[in-house]
């Protein structure tokens, strides 16, 4: 009897890549890969058509999708992670030195005000340099993926015909999030901030999620070993890599990996564990930003997030 093909979507990185080569396969189902890119695509598709079986898909997208009932559902593997210290950017002309600056401003947020960095970035602020989000205007350079979700009032789009970037040379921002802006002006708000992350992580275990996979709701009630099967197949994909890391046999070392090797080094372990439980500080810490910055109404808990048979799972 054939195993189901899987229509599958996740970018081709460290983690995943025995899936993508075949040299790591499913037991129960085929993955049926399919490309997009950009990946933010997928995750627009995903949350709007339910067009994929499997998707990788940004977390704070996802758990916004799911408080609006949208038929899928997460598995404890976050394959992408990163430091968003750096992710925002200031006009040196503005008099802002410190986050607790912006009140009072208009900062630019790429995109949609739900997008994971900005989430990130905006409780980085909040929590770490006591920054008061309600006192600031958040002005967007794009929608949200969940068409659904209203944000909150001092959230506003973009003026028609206005590009961010330049709104932030120009000073009509004094700051922006996940904009690459290279100009005399601008600057990261957070100084040497790989190492501001790494210190956090040091001290609090502060390595945020970005990206988790999700699968189709009609396929896990059909299929109730799924979930625990897909969790399997991409903890073993990531086992290889990681021992790979730790081996130094990572040809052309790319950035990610680069910044896993400095997490493994204050760690002393897997740079990237799967799992509810090894992740369920830097969970609940998000779930707590997206209550605090209006992105869902209430706290959830973390075993709401994900598939039924994945609770004691970890790789």
């Known amino acids: 009897m054939s195993m189901p093909k899987l229509k599958t979507v996740t970018r081709t990185q460290g983690a ?31 949350v709007r058509g339910n067009e994929f079986d499997i998707c990788e898909m ?21 394959i992408v992670r990163q430091f968003h210290h750096g992710a925002i950017l200031v006009n040196t002309k503005s008099g802002v030195k410190t986050p607790k600056d912006l009140e ?12 994971t960095t900005g989430v990130w970035a905006r409780g980085i602020m909040e929590a770490q340099y006591g920054l008061d989000l309600s006192r600031v205007t958040w002005v967007l350079s794009g929608d949200e993926h ?93 086992r290889r890599y990681v021992d790979a890391l730790k081996a130094g046999k990572i040809e052309k070392p790319d950035g990610a990996d680069e910044l896993h090797k400095k997490v493994m080094a204050i760690t002393g372990g897997d740079p990237m564990p799967y799992g509810m439980e090894p992740n369920r500080k830097v969970l609940e ?11 869902i109404p209430k706290r959830v808990a973390v075993e709401a997030l994900f598939a039924k048979g994945t609770e004691g799972l970890a790789g």
Do not use: W
């Open 16 to 46: 995943n890549r025995a899936l993508k080569d075949g040299s790591v396969t499913g037991k129960t189902f085929e993955f049926d890969f399919v490309e997009v890119d950009p990946l933010i695509a997928a995750f627009r598709r995903m």
């Open 58 to 78: 940004a977390i704070t997208t996802y758990i916004c999708a799911k408080a609006h009932g949208k038929p899928m559902t997460a598995i404890p593997v976050p």
């Open 104 to 115: 009072g401003k208009r900062v630019g947020v790429n995109r949609g005000y739900t997008v």
């Open 146 to 238: 969940v068409a659904e979700y209203m944000a909150p009032a001092n959230v506003v789009p973009i003026e028609a015909g206005k590009k961010m970037e330049e709104m932030l040379i120009s000073g009509e921002l004094a700051a922006a999030i996940g904009v690459d802006v290279k100009h005399a002006d601008v600057a990261p708000l957070i100084p040497n901030a790989l190492e501001t992350g790494l210190a956090a992580l040091k001290r609090d275990g502060h390595y945020p999620i970005n990206h988790l996979i999700v699968i189709k709701d009609e396929l896990l009630e059909r299929h109730p070993r799924l979930a625990a099967d897909v969790f399997e197949a991409f903890a073993a994909a990531k």
């Open 285 to 295: 810490t998000l779930i707590g930003h997206a209550v605090s910055q209006a992105i």
